[in-house]
């Protein structure tokens, strides 16, 4: 009898039914951008400028949803960037090998090697001494956020020339683009940085569906007893959720160095919450183990794609940007709500 | 056994607290015995002020205690944390603002309500993240990430872009000192909210409710408590501590800025109630080692200043005691020192032995 | 014969602070048999059981599992389940968000990583061979408790498992999905694996099993086929003491409450979770509602108490009619209720004794009447002696008492509040039989004191001693009323079973 009905589709979990809606929600809003605003949002470059503009956040949100799943937190991630941002622009104003080509792969190595030691040492903190993850997670945003201004309390432009040329760079898609008023054909720009995110989103998604480390998380976040009684080394997993958080934090400080290459104190500031938001809005829970990175991926489009409608709508201010994003969170929030009450009565009966 | 040890010890919570605050304390001496006098001043609206660093310290931490005290119960009954404190207090701010600017003048009752006005505004807004944690089962800290991103922009929304100032010797009063009476206000209200929540304890079930609904709500709920009655009791006490809070703000500064106004309390403020020995996933809880708390961070940040430490970097020192405080009081750190301890005793209890 | 163990445990001792929770235990497992591990809370069960699972370390003795050469030396749960010893406990140890197929293999496979297709087929074959009505990619938590526990042994045996330990694995199940269990128990013990199985029902005991151990105090009273221990010896060896008790219970009996006031009356009550039923109780009557588990008879009573919402129905309480849509209004008109899950519903376990025993007594008083500190510790004492609740003090917290020590609390905690009519869900689940006989007695008791009480039980036997009228459920229906000459176990399975066809 089990065995037959095995070619029958199984009913959505509740991650994916979480992510269907929230990649329904973005289409829609996306396509009725189209219909009443109109101008920048029927060109291709629309969203790749949404991309350009937030494919650090992209990175950020993923390293969220990592730890998220697995039943932790970790806002450190904003100040985890704003460190990298500094000390990378810091170095390539260097001298010596700094300012050659090489000083560019280093700058990345630093940037990842700083992303590696906050994930290691809060991921020891709170998977080795189990510590509560949000209070060593505030104190690894404080280390960070007073580390930045230690280096400079003053904002350091890049003045590094072959950097200065990644920043430029942009892969062209010329039949994505439009013709311009004065008839000239302008290629959609795509920014390394974009590409970057997409991998950093196609990988994640492979390590959390294809490898076990992935799949450890996924457990430690359903039940971390259970996970503990399956043989899953709990304390590991949680840490490497950490490690890896950590690295794609520092990874996201470059990349973000990429677009706007110059370090301040106040470089992604928050940015930790926009990417808890996107996690959450893509059908992350917070209390773990349900959770998608493609739907994070939606969550950070959604949260841009507003942004962008208040600006190009008579609204355009930034507190009306603040409060639409708060309200699409409110809205999301009470939707999964409803709809995992719904799904458990139903189960129920 | 160690369940049994730390419920008979009522001082456990809190011992790593003292003993933080000790260390400070010492260290302090050490470094400058002169951190500890206390002088008397006049302040620049005339009135004779005590000085020091210590009444700075007590005096700078009132509004972070008073708001602490309120997240230690959101904390207890709701096994969360509120991180929306900072951007409703922007919002309180406004309020009592707005109102007196209605009021166009400011005078003792004026100022009460508007201050009234303020917190029934702040507890609705409180009864908002409650609502959504209560009823809608969301976790705390998601359902108060929503004004926590927008609490500014409505404040703003509320009260325009200006900053608008207040001067009034009422609201220097509050926010400093009242003529002939040396002490700065603030820290008078923190003992009043201190009393009042102190009041509420004695003369209600509210702690044995709070902590039967943050342990097992269901549980609770079959015991004849409404648990969602108790968690929006919690946010709505929090409520008035933001808004007081926020009075104290407005006052200190005798001008309203919505940007600046109560920003990042809430971290410490979640950090107080960590730092006390509160479990911040809900259950049982010590108001006073919220406030103590509220006490170390200030006097850390203080000593950090005193060491000519530059205000933006204070962070980074403070992240780094932070940091020890908890490897301090974490169980699994504190059961890996009992043991070792342990060891040496006996180790040493078998030497004398041998030797005898 | 000495070629068919597959484990031997011999002089095991375990030292805790203060005690000796086992001392010189012998334990013999053989190849495809079903052992019985019985004895009382605190005899040793659990320790023994953790010590082979390697989650505590022996004082002294020696393990042999068969196929390993010499002494087994057993640290963790991973050496457990490397040498062949797997354990499978009462509350479920999947993670509920993965597959079916991915908690069977999940933490034991080689690689790093995960061959999705090769974990279904081989899960599939799985689950047709052992019969579980499971499909590999269903999500772990849309299946039903009894197919999750099953899981878990599918993926015990497929760990190639010599010795299988069930740890009270039927305490949740119902009397269908314990069938469908015991069936795989049996086909398991064909395929010569040992099962050790730990239980309270002693009736699946001699369902199942081809041994008993007993333990009794931390040492093993002896090990006897089952065929040779009746059951009442059985009791008798676990507790240690001649069974005058019991037949003391049967004595006294149930008395018939007679024409004696009507206490609480409900028409057409109906909750969320329960059909609309008609219920009286009289003063001083115990009454029992029965059926299997999943029948209705936990719904029915927690809609007396207002625990589900309350959809529809008249109430009348001592003769008035009122209103009771919540527990507290329960509380208020004299009702009170003791959860069927202790640990989920009942304890709240951070809070001290003290504070368990006084807390419904506090939320009657009140929210603005707090009990003074003196008058709590009045409380508590009289509760903890009168019961006999056995603790180190009143402010140890709840959750370090043994299993019915808390249910002792939890009693306490309704007695204080003197309840006209008190509703008992499976007091004695999971918890030893001398405190199961001590409820029974009080029970007996608080209606010689003119307290009403609805009793219910997996156990007829127990029932029957303490109730004068069976209400009997099936498929959420009230389907029987029985009392006097109709309250014989048999009368009342035929009832349950549906004796009509």
């Known amino acids: 009898m089990s065995g037959k009905n095995n070619r029958r589709r199984e009913p959505l979990t509740d991650a994916q039914l979480l992510m269907t809606i929230s990649i329904g929600i973005f289409v829609a809003m996306y396509v009725l951008a189209m219909i009443f605003l109109g101008g920048g949002f029927l060109k291709a470059q629309q969203i790749f400028d949404l991309l350009n503009d937030n494919s650090y956040l992209i990175i950020i949100s993923c390293a969220l949803t990592v730890v998220m799943i697995g039943g932790g937190i970790n806002i450190s991630v904003g100040g985890v960037i704003g460190l990298t941002v500094m000390a990378c622009a810091l170095f390539l104003n260097g001298t010596g090998i700094a300012a050659g080509p090489l000083g560019i792969v280093i700058a990345l190595l630093l940037a990842l090697g700083i992303g590696l030691a906050f994930g290691v040492g809060m991921g020891f903190l709170v998977s080795y001494l189990e510590i509560q993850p949000f209070i060593v997670s505030l104190a690894g945003m404080f280390l960070a956020r007073g580390l930045t201004t230690i280096l400079s309390v003053n904002p350091v432009k890049v003045a590094h020339e072959g950097f200065g040329e990644l920043v430029k760079a942009k892969i062209k898609i010329p039949f994505l683009g439009y013709v311009a008023q004065n008839g000239n054909l302008i290629p959609a720009k795509i920014e390394i940085g974009t590409v970057v995110a997409i991998c950093v989103v196609i990988l994640m998604y492979l390590l959390l569906r294809y490898v076990k480390l992935g799949r450890n998380i996924y457990a430690l976040g359903g039940n971390r007893q259970s996970a503990l009684m399956l043989g899953i080394n709990v304390k590991r997993t949680c840490f490497s959720s950490y490690v890896i958080s950590g690295v794609l934090s520092g990874l996201a400080g470059f990349v973000f160095l990429m677009h706007k290459p110059a370090g301040n104190a106040s470089v992604a500031m928050r940015s930790e919450m926009d990417a808890i938001a996107a996690s959450i809005i893509g059908g992350t829970l917070l209390t773990g183990g349900v959770g998608n990175v493609i739907g994070t991926f939606f969550g950070v489009m959604i949260l841009a794609t507003i942004q962008k409608i208040i600006a190009l709508s008579p609204l355009n201010a930034s507190w009306w940007q603040e409060m639409a994003s708060g309200a699409m969170l409110g809205f999301f929030i009470i939707l999964q709500s409803v709809v995992l009450s719904n799904r458990g009565k139903k189960a129920k009966n | ?356 | 014969m000495q070629n068919d163990v597959v484990l031997t445990m011999r002089g095991i001792d375990k030292y805790f602070p203060g005690t000796r929770a086992l001392d010189h235990v012998d334990f013999t497992l053989r190849k495809g048999e079903v052992h019985a591990l019985m004895g009382e809370n605190g005899a040793g069960k659990s320790t023994l059981i953790k010590v082979l699972t390697g989650v505590y370390e022996k004082d002294a003795g020696s393990i042999w599992v068969e196929g390993s050469e010499g002494e087994a030396h057993i640290h963790s749960p991973q050496d457990a389940q490397n040498i062949g010893i797997s354990t499978v406990y009462q509350e479920i140890t999947l993670c509920p968000n993965l597959t079916v197929a991915e908690n069977m293999f999940i933490g034991r496979t080689s690689g790093g990583t995960v061959p999705w297709k090769e974990y279904e087929k081989r899960a599939t074959e799985i689950l047709n061979n052992l019969g579980i009505p499971a499909r590999a990619k269903q999500e772990l938590s849309r299946c039903s408790l009894a197919v999750q526990q099953m899981v878990a042994i599918a993926r015990a045996v497929d760990m190639n498992c010599k010795v299988l330990i069930l740890d009270e694995p039927t305490s949740s199940l119902d009397e269908k999905e314990v069938e469908m269990l015991f069936k795989l128990m049996r086909d398991l013990k064909s395929r010569g694996v040992g099962i050790i199985f730990v239980t309270h029902f002693l009736e699946q005991v001699y369902e199942v099993s081809d041994r008993i151990t007993v333990l009794r105090n931390g040492q093993l009273v002896g090990e006897y086929p089952v065929s040779e221990l009746p059951q009442v010896e059985l009791v008798a060896k676990m507790m240690g003491k001649d069974l005058d008790d019991l037949e003391d219970m049967e004595a006294v009996g149930a008395k018939s409450a007679g024409k004696a006031e009507v206490v609480y009356e409900a028409q057409g009550l109906s909750s969320t979770d329960c059909r609309p039923y008609d219920f009286a109780i009289r003063r001083g009557e115990v009454n029992g509602f029965t059926g299997l588990l999943g029948s209705g008879r936990s719904e029915s009573v927690r809609a007396i108490f207002g625990a589900d919402r309350v959809t529809g129905g008249k109430v009348r309480v001592k003769g008035s009619e009122v209103k009771i849509s919540s527990p507290h209004d329960a509380m208020k008109h004299g009702i009170g209720y003791l959860p069927e899950d202790r640990k989920r519903d009942g304890i709240i376990a951070d809070l001290s004794v003290r504070d368990n025993i006084i807390l419904a007594m506090q939320v009657m008083k009140g929210f603005f009447h707090p009990m003074s500190k003196a008058q709590m510790k009045e409380f508590a004492d009289e509760y903890i002696k009168a019961l006999q609740i056995k603790t180190a003090s009143q402010d140890t917290p709840i959750k370090s008492l043994s299993g019915g020590n808390q249910q002792k609390v939890i009693l306490a905690r309704w007695l204080l509040t003197h309840p006209d009519y008190l509703i008992l869900d499976e007091p004695t689940r999971g918890i030893d039989v001398g405190t199961k006989l001590e409820i029974q007695k009080l029970v007996l008791k608080l209606a010689e004191e003119n307290m009403s009480v609805t009793f219910i039980s997996s156990e007829i036997e127990e029932m029957l001693r303490t109730c004068s009228r069976l209400i009997v459920m099936r498929d959420r229906k009230i389907v029987g009323e029985l009392t006097g000459d109709q309250l014989t176990q048999g009368y009342v399975m035929k009832t349950i079973a549906g004796g009509d066809q």
């Open chain 2, 1 to 356: 056994m160690s369940s049994k040890k730390r419920a008979s010890s009522g001082l456990g919570q809190l011992l790593i607290p003292l003993i933080a605050l000790g260390i400070l304390l010492l260290f302090n001496l050490l470094r400058d015995p002169s951190f500890f006098s206390i002088g008397v001043a006049v302040n620049n609206s005339g009135n004779q002020v005590l000085t020091g660093n210590l009444i700075s310290i007590i005096d700078s931490a009132s509004e972070l205690a008073i708001i602490a005290m309120g997240m230690t119960l959101v904390t207890a009954a709701c096994g969360g944390q509120d991180i929306s404190v900072g951007a409703v207090g922007a919002i309180s701010g406004a309020v009592l603002v707005k109102v007196l600017q209605a009021f166009g003048a400011i005078t003792g009752p004026t100022v009460l309500l508007a201050l009234l006005v303020s917190i029934l505004v702040t507890i609705l807004f409180k009864l908002f993240n409650g609502t959504l944690v209560a009823v809608f089962r969301i976790q705390p800290m998601i359902a108060t990430l929503i004004l926590y991103s927008c609490g500014r922009s409505i404040a703003y929304w509320i009260n325009g872009d200006a900053t608008p100032q207040l001067n009034s010797p009422i609201l220097s009063a509050i926010g400093m000192t009242i003529p002939g009476i040396p002490v700065p206000t603030p820290i008078f209200c923190v003992l009043l909210v201190g009393l009042l929540l102190a009041l509420i304890f004695k003369f209600t079930n509210i702690s044995l409710y709070t902590q039967s609904v943050g342990i097992n709500q269901g549980a609770a709920r079959l015991n004849g408590i409404n648990p969602t009655a108790i968690k929006l009791l919690s946010f709505a006490l929090l409520g008035v501590c933001v808004a007081i809070s926020s009075l104290i703000g407005v006052s200190r500064l005798g001008q309203l800025n919505h940007k600046t106004l109560l920003v990042d309390i809430e971290m410490d403020a979640i950090l107080a109630v960590a730092i006390g020995g509160n479990n911040l996933g809900g259950g049982k809880f010590k108001l006073s080692g919220s406030i103590l708390g509220a006490y170390i961070i200030q006097m850390l940040t203080t000593t950090l200043y005193a060491m000519k430490v530059s205000p933006v970097n204070v962070k980074a020192y403070k992240a780094i005691v932070i940091i020890i405080i908890v490897i301090a009081g974490s169980p699994v750190v504190q059961a890996k020192v009992s043991a070792l301890w342990k060891k040496l005793r006996s180790g040493r209890a078998a030497a004398s032995k041998e030797v005898g």
